[in-house]
């Protein structure tokens, strides 16, 4: 096209006609400019299908990664729940004087703790490759309260459990228990004298009160991952 329109200027030179000339030369370059503007608008939309197919993969990788914490947390929050209900049966147990073998079993299930541990490999990755790839602006602020905020919320609770078993429990084991298996029982070497003990409601108190800390963080972070998944649905249409 852009040679007929050379030839055409010759001519047209050629034959001096000067305004015809113009005329010629200066479609050429519209024509020149249009063709330059097409490549931008193919480049831009392969750029725009490429971020796109990136943004759908790390979304799924992520969720990927979610369905895991959701997994681990609920455990964790079922288990904080049971330890809650066990502690006040104990303490409502022991106030009727009723030292019985039930104690122990519930006892396996209060002084213990849990631990967990996030997958956030593929939100590590979206980071190195910027947030914003993500379209969403609410999903971009969940992901990162979710990651940054919740998890560390979490975090914190449950190891305020783990360090009072450590600190408050572990010692009493060693000294006032005759038997001990993990999550399964606690046996007093005498029960009477044992829950008779100011200290022993004060220690099943304040461990219930972490407990409690950790149920309110664990269900902001399961709800802020019940919104991230939502988010992505939304995003994904």
Same mark, same amino acid.
């Given at each position: 096209?852009?040679? &007929?329109?050379?030839?055409?200027?010759?001519? &047209?030179?050629?034959?001096?006609?000067?305004?015809?000339?113009?005329?010629?030369?200066?479609?050429?370059?519209?024509?020149?400019?249009?063709?330059?503007?097409?490549a931008l608008s193919i480049n831009n939309w392969n750029d725009i299908r490429k971020n796109q197919k990136y943004?759908?993969?790390?979304?799924? &990788?992520?969720?990927?990664?979610?369905?895991?914490?959701?997994?681990?947390?609920?455990?964790?929050?079922?288990?904080?729940?049971? +330890?809650?209900?066990?502690?006040?049966?104990?303490?409502?147990?022991?106030?009727?004087?009723?030292?019985?073998?039930?104690?122990?079993?519930?006892?396996?299930?209060?002084?213990?703790?849990?631990?967990?541990?996030?997958? /956030? *490999? +593929?939100?590590?990755?979206?980071?190195?490759?910027?947030?914003?790839?993500?379209?969403?602006?609410?999903?971009?602020?969940?992901?990162? *309260?979710?990651?940054?905020?919740?998890? /560390?919320?979490?975090?914190?609770?449950?190891?305020?459990?783990?360090?009072?078993?450590?600190? %408050?429990?572990?010692?009493?084991?060693?000294?006032?228990? /005759? %038997?001990?298996?993990?999550? +399964?029982?606690?046996?007093?070497?005498?029960?009477?004298?044992?829950?008779?003990?100011? /200290?022993?409601?004060?220690?099943?108190?304040?461990?219930?009160?972490?407990?409690?800390? *950790?149920?309110?963080?664990i269900e902001l972070a399961l709800e802020k991952i019940s919104k991230i998944k939502n988010l992505s649905k939304?995003?994904?249409?």
């Open positions: 096209m852009i040679k &007929l329109f050379r030839n055409i200027r010759k001519n &047209l030179l050629a034959q001096g006609k000067t305004t015809k000339y113009l005329k010629y030369a200066i479609g050429e370059i519209i024509l020149v400019v249009i063709g330059i503007l097409i943004e759908q993969d790390i979304l799924f &990788l992520i969720n990927q990664n979610l369905d895991n914490d959701s997994i681990q947390l609920t455990d964790r929050l079922l288990k904080a729940k049971e +330890a809650i209900e066990l502690t006040n049966r104990l303490v409502a147990q022991v106030a009727t004087e009723n030292y019985g073998d039930s104690l122990n079993f519930w006892m396996g299930k209060i002084i213990t703790f849990e631990r967990f541990t996030s997958q /956030s *490999s +593929a939100f590590e990755v979206l980071k190195s490759k910027g947030i914003e790839t993500i379209s969403d602006n609410d999903l971009q602020l969940a992901l990162i *309260s979710y990651y940054d905020e919740d998890l /560390s919320g979490v975090y914190q609770a449950l190891n305020d459990v783990e360090q009072s078993f450590k600190v %408050d429990w572990f010692p009493v084991i060693k000294a006032e228990f /005759s %038997d001990f298996k993990w999550r +399964a029982y606690c046996v007093p070497t005498d029960s009477k004298a044992f829950f008779q003990k100011a /200290s022993t409601l004060t220690f099943f108190n304040f461990y219930k009160d972490n407990r409690y800390g *950790s149920v309110h963080n939304k995003n994904s249409r």
